[in-house]
């Protein structure tokens, strides 16, 4: 067997051991931890918050349920489930960084949100729950940071109860050709100089673009998703590509 | 995707404002907790969902997961389904289609028909007892003022209709017309009488 530290994997654009993998997006993490919300809106112009209301309209949410949302990190999905779970369900707000967490549980209180939520670091490769524990699974931009994205996969499954549903929120490869070089632009030049000024950390928004680039597409996605036991795997494309939204079921 | 989502969180969102302003709004989204509504206009294409949490109201584009209650209809049709004694005829002339509860959709354009909103007393909160009496003030004289105006514009056109222009009658004119009308259907009755008279006789 090979030591896993000698096998590389891709951080961003760099290859690194892939023991090392986890520690370095947990630095990336940790650095924007506390501006995090801020350069979402600013980034995406707020239509992250768009894509995440696709994302809770799509999926299937009813009172009482047990939600988990992993690599939840700050929390907006979470928030969302939680008024709609009602009292008598659960959401689990799952991360593996827990600078993350902090930030998301302050904000979440400060809401109003409390009761029904619950904070637990966690890897998604690796998940600390029952088999069957989960009626839907939404993981939003944090499959790419993942070191063993096919593991993670099994890992969800496996905690989901048979009818549930798994949805992967993601950026993804755009459509059309211009599209895709504009965005090409704003993210390797226009990105970075605002990570810069908003955060003070140009580095971890260079990860952030080049982990995009390297995440795989659409299609590809879907056929790890298959590989992993989902049925009725389904994808949608958000704002011409630049996101996609996959559905799988455990039946 | 942005023009799915981006209408219907601004419309929730200005509803759920207007509901936090009357205190009742609270129990009546409770009696209605989790409860789903669909309503597909046949103008829109596009069928609505509406949601109540204990808390809000939640509307959507996206949705397409099982309601408790979906109404098939037309935009024009919709202030006709206030009175329930419509809804069979509308079934009827095909011009309505409900599946499920269809108590449930009143219950649930009650939540806003039963909106009690104390305009004056939001405003004080807002902004202050002496501002807010300033508005409120500044608002019903400006009230009165356009009724005022209105008056006289309809005082106006009267007149013009009336005296200037003689297009329409006034209303000396018009009970006098009447009143000939009333002479004249007596006199065709009693001539219309003598004649069937006259037929018999011959
Ligand atoms: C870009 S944030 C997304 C946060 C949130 N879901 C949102 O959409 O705003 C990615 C998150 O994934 C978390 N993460 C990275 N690798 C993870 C892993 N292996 N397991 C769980 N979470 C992970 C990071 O700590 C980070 O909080």
Known sequence: MKDSNSETIDFGYKKVAKGEKQGLVANVFNSVAKKYDVMNDVMSFGIHRLWKRYTIDCSGVRSGMKVLDIAGGTGDLTEQFSRRVGPTGEVVLADINNAMLEVGRDKLRNRGIVGNVRYVQANAEELPFADNSFDIITIAFGLRNVTEKQKALESMLRVLKPGGRLLVLEFSKPVLPVLSSAYDFYSFNVLPQMGRMVAGDAESYQYLAESIRMHPDQETLKGMMETAGYEQVTFTNLTGGIVALHRGFKF | ?202
């Open chain 2, 1 to 202: 995707m942005l023009w799915t989502v981006l209408p219907t969180s601004a419309i929730e969102a200005l509803l759920n404002q207007l509901l936090a302003l009357d205190s009742a709004s609270r129990s009546r989204l409770q009696k209605l907790q989790g409860k789903r509504l669909r309503v597909t206009l046949g103008e829109l294409g596009k069928p609505l969902t509406l949601t109540a949490t204990d808390q809000q109201l939640l509307l959507s584009w996206v949705d397409q997961e099982p309601v408790d209650c979906h109404i098939i209809t037309r935009l024009a049709v919709l202030p006709e389904l206030r009175d329930s004694a419509n809804i069979t005829r509308l079934i009827k002339a095909d011009a309505l289609d409900i599946e499920g509860d269809p108590m449930l959709a009143q219950a649930f354009s009650k939540l806003i028909a039963d909106l009690d909103i104390d305009w004056p007393e939001q405003l004080s909160q807002r902004i202050g007892d002496v501002p807010a009496q300033f508005v409120v003030q500044a608002w019903q004289r400006s009230q009165r003022w356009l009724n005022q105006r209105r008056e006289d514009q309809q005082q106006w056109l009267r007149d013009v209709l009336i005296e200037e222009q003689r297009l329409a009658p006034g209303q000396h004119e018009f009970a006098e017309f009447t009143e000939n009308v009333q002479a004249l259907r007596a006199r065709v009755d009693r001539i219309e009488f003598e004649l069937k008279e006259r037929q018999r006789g011959q």
